[in-house]
């Protein structure tokens, strides 16, 4: 697959990525190579990502425990320190291997510490693939909170092997399905139609799909770097999608949801946000609410649900004084930035997608 030049690097695929690796990690440009996994990446990514570099540059790996709970200032604080410990200076470079936790908290913690190492995100999960690893967001979550602490620092490069995809279970596989689907609805219908016809794609077909995902996300992101304008279109199904999975992570009660599983539920919330205010047809939402409800199982949601999740809304990045705005379909393959939207209807939309 052809390479994608990116805002300032590239996003390698399958074949060329070990020979950009081992052509850049000399010992002349780099006094380090850390490669920073967590506990499941390391377990079934790891070996064979090590088997295929050859440098002569030291090599030092940084493990932390799995899980979206574990995105935080204190496991910054654990990788800071060992870094330290382990002789990193400013010539050092880290590797990220792994899903969108470890490429939000590693191009985090590269992007801190010193006042900023380059790192390369070498993405695992279709989510990361897709999404996380590209255009140089990096953060951490505060408490339960997503992804309120960060930056916009653009890695090195991006490093995207397909054989990856089949470390991942099921589920993982829809979480990223999530953010493709919505490319094509804010950005591309016929990208979109293509998800009409899941059951009948092969290996080859998914990358091509990843490919031209990737190729989506970076458009928009060249066009607005840092999130002034065109790029809160990518936040299409994340403000309520993020809120749901933040209150799923927060209750001990509830079982905690993949990030795609909730920006699914968002999606399709928004959907009937867009519909209500005119944006979308009737026809249009009922095939989104379709397409998307068979690929994820329901999420059940009662009255006090839906009132802490509106509550967190509140904390979304977008807001501007104290209003949350949201990004909504207009029509497929379009979007409008800004929305504001009521609480009633906010609640419409929940009662919709109940029933």
Same mark, same amino acid.
């Given at each position: 697959?052809?390479?994608?030049?990116?805002?300032?690097?590239?996003?390698?695929?399958?074949?060329?990525?070990?020979?950009?690796?081992?052509?850049?990690?000399?010992?002349?440009?780099?006094?380090?190579?850390?490669?920073?996994?967590?506990?499941?990446?390391?377990?079934?990514?790891?070996?064979?990502?090590?088997?295929?570099?050859?440098?002569?540059?030291?090599?030092?790996?940084?493990?932390?425990?799995?899980?979206?709970?574990?995105?935080?200032?204190?496991?910054?604080?654990?990788?800071?320190?060992?870094?330290?410990?382990?002789?990193?200076?400013?010539?050092?470079?880290?590797?990220?291997?792994?899903?969108?936790?470890?490429?939000?908290?590693?191009?985090?913690?590269?992007?801190?510490?010193?006042?900023?190492?380059?790192? %390369?995100?070498?993405?695992?999960?279709?989510?990361?693939?897709?999404?996380?690893?590209?255009?140089?967001?990096?953060?951490?979550?505060?408490?339960?909170?997503?992804?309120?602490?960060?930056?916009?620092?653009?890695?090195?490069?991006?490093?995207?092997?397909? =054989?990856?995809?089949?470390?991942?279970?099921?589920? /993982?596989?829809?979480?990223?399905?999530?953010?493709?689907?919505?490319?094509?609805? %804010?950005?591309?219908?016929?990208?979109?139609?293509?998800?009409?016809?899941?059951?009948?794609?092969?290996?080859?077909?998914?990358?091509?799909? %990843? =490919?031209?995902?990737?190729?989506?996300?970076?458009?928009?992101?060249?066009?607005?770097?840092?999130?002034?304008?065109?790029?809160?279109?990518?936040?299409?199904?994340?403000?309520?999608? =993020?809120?749901?999975?933040?209150?799923?992570? /927060?209750?001990?009660?509830?079982?905690?949801?993949?990030?795609?599983?909730?920006?699914?539920?968002?999606?399709?919330?928004?959907?009937?946000?867009?519909?209500?205010?005119?944006?979308?047809?009737?026809?249009?939402?009922?095939?989104?609410?379709?397409?998307?409800?068979?690929?994820?199982?329901?999420?059940?949601?009662?009255?006090?649900?839906? /009132?802490?999740?509106?509550?967190?809304?509140? =904390?979304?990045?977008?807001?501007?004084?104290?209003?949350?705005?949201?990004?909504?379909?207009?029509?497929?393959?379009?979007?409008?930035?800004?929305?504001?939207?009521?609480?009633?209807?906010?609640?419409?939309?929940?009662?919709?997608?109940?029933?």
């Amino acid at each position: 697959m052809q390479t994608i030049n990116a805002n300032g690097y590239s996003v390698y695929f399958n074949e060329t990525i070990y020979n950009y690796l081992n052509e850049t990690l000399l010992p002349e440009h780099y006094s380090k190579v850390f490669i920073l996994a967590d506990s499941s990446t390391s377990e079934l990514c790891l070996p064979d990502f090590i088997a295929n570099l050859a440098t002569e540059t030291p090599i030092e790996i940084i493990e932390f425990e799995a899980g979206e709970q574990f995105k935080n200032i204190e496991t910054c604080y654990e990788i800071w320190s060992a870094l330290t410990e382990l002789g990193a200076d400013r010539k050092s470079i880290i590797l990220n291997l792994g899903g969108g936790v470890v490429t939000d908290l590693g191009g985090f913690v590269a992007s801190t510490f010193k006042r900023g190492i380059e790192y %390369i995100n070498i993405p695992t999960t279709l989510l990361a693939m897709v999404d996380a690893s590209i255009g140089g967001k990096n953060g951490v979550d505060l408490g339960n909170l997503k992804n309120q602490i960060g930056t916009i620092t653009t890695p090195k490069a991006v490093l995207i092997d397909t =054989h990856f995809l089949t470390t991942l279970p099921q589920n /993982e596989m829809r979480s990223g399905l999530a953010e493709m689907l919505k490319h094509g609805l %804010i950005q591309d219908k016929d990208y979109w139609d293509k998800f009409k016809m899941l059951s009948s794609l092969n290996t080859e077909d998914l990358d091509i799909l %990843i =490919h031209q995902s990737v190729e989506i996300k970076n458009n928009v992101v060249l066009q607005d770097p840092t999130e002034n304008g065109i790029r809160k279109a990518l936040n299409f199904g994340h403000t309520l999608g =993020h809120a749901i999975e933040s209150y799923f992570l /927060e209750n001990d009660d509830k079982k905690s949801l993949l990030h795609g599983e909730a920006i699914a539920v968002g999606m399709i919330l928004e959907s009937y946000l867009s519909m209500e205010k005119n944006l979308l047809s009737k026809e249009e939402y009922q095939e989104i609410k379709y397409i998307i409800s068979d690929i994820f199982e329901p999420v059940d949601f009662d009255k006090t649900d839906i /009132e802490k999740i509106t509550e967190l809304l509140i =904390h979304d990045k977008k807001n501007e004084f104290g209003k949350v705005q949201f990004a909504l379909l207009d029509g497929i393959g379009k979007i409008k930035i800004n929305q504001f939207v009521t609480n009633d209807l906010i609640n419409s939309a929940f009662e919709d997608y109940k029933n």
